[in-house]
């Protein structure tokens, strides 16, 4: 097992709690009962990525009565954080602690009987399969296109349901993925490339919407764990501008005739396809991050985006940008050598953070 740090819980058994008290409300509902509690009890779940989403679904997760709860997570509490993630507060990113350990302190004060671990680890094509095996659903709250590939076709590969959970701006998306439904790399031939977008660090967020979008995915959730079927299509929110707007689209999406996952024929995330190279550059406290079939950046809007959270210079071949301590430079190839740092998994974390895929 890759992880760097492991915390495990069960401090006391969840029968010794009275269920019938602790889960009264969601018992009286019908669509839950006795029996669907008991399923809530018996199911586990694993969060890749413990940031706004996945804080507040993990939560809600453990408060709702799951049984086994896995975080997955590489970063650490930052004061950025704050405004809008759960589970973690002041203290936690005075001691720069990593997002999963926090996490799972902070469940198991909130249910004592819980089984959770927190996982200090960068999902990649080597640990997912280990990682994300032996759960009854994956939860993807990650923050790049990579892991969430990575994620998708590790779950098929494994033959076990994930939700899809994401927002950026005043925008939000939430959809379940299971066999049989149009998995990651269907929908993507549908929705806008990934290449370009936006992402949290540079369009920012509306503080509120991971807290929607959350209870939205983990709604499907509960819905799987008690035996519903899953909701079918994307379910789009739009929250700011015009007001609050949710709706499903592409609920009629089949699977695409290419897709090699939905086929069933490879998993092209699982062998390594799609994934950065990163690269120490030898004494120079530097590291290269190469993303794999690399393009040519949109330099005029990438310039647009990281203008407003540093100091921006562009020429016809390199655009540089100054940010958090460190100097990304990105080269017309789509290469970027992140200077200010040695650690691999820094610079690969400001890359999706600032550059995104
Ligand atoms: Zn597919």
Known sequence: MPALFWRQGAAEPMDSMNPMNRFSRSILFPGIGEEGQRRIGAF????????????????????????????????????????????FDAEDA???????????????????????????????????????????????????????????DTARALKIPSIYAACVGDDGLVAANLPGSPCLRCYLEVLPPAGSGPTCDTAGVVPTLPVLVAAAAMTEAL???????????????????????????????????????????????????????????????????APAGRERPDFAALEGRLARVGRVRRSAQLLSADLEGVSLAIFSDGRCVVRGTSDPGRARALYDRYVGR
């Open 44 to 87: 586990s779940i694993v969060f890749v990525g413990v940031g706004a989403v996945g804080a507040v679904a993990a939560e809600s997760a453990a408060r709702a009565g799951v049984g086994r709860i896995t975080l997955v997570d590489r970063d650490v509490v930052e004061e950025s954080n704050l405004a809008r993630q759960f589970l």
């Open 223 to 289: 819905r799987l764990a008690v035996g519903e079927p899953p909701s079918r299509g994307l379910l789009s929110f739009k929250v700011w501008d015009g007001g609050f707007a949710a709706r499903w689209v592409f609920e009629d999406a089949h699977s695409s005739a290419a897709c090699p996952v939905c086929a069933g024929l490879r998993f092209p995330a699982l062998e390594g396809e799609g994934a950065s190279e990163i690269v120490k550059l030898c004494g120079r406290d530097s590291v290269q991050v």
């Open 94 to 152: 005075a001691r720069v602690v990593p997002k999963a350990a926090a996490a799972a302190e902070r469940l198991l004060e909130i249910a004592p009987g819980l089984d959770v671990r927190g996982v200090v680890a960068d999902l990649d094509h080597r640990n997912a399969r280990e990682i994300l095996s032996a759960h009854d659903l994956v939860f993807d709250g990650s923050d790049n296109f990579e892991t969430r590939l990575l994620v998708s």
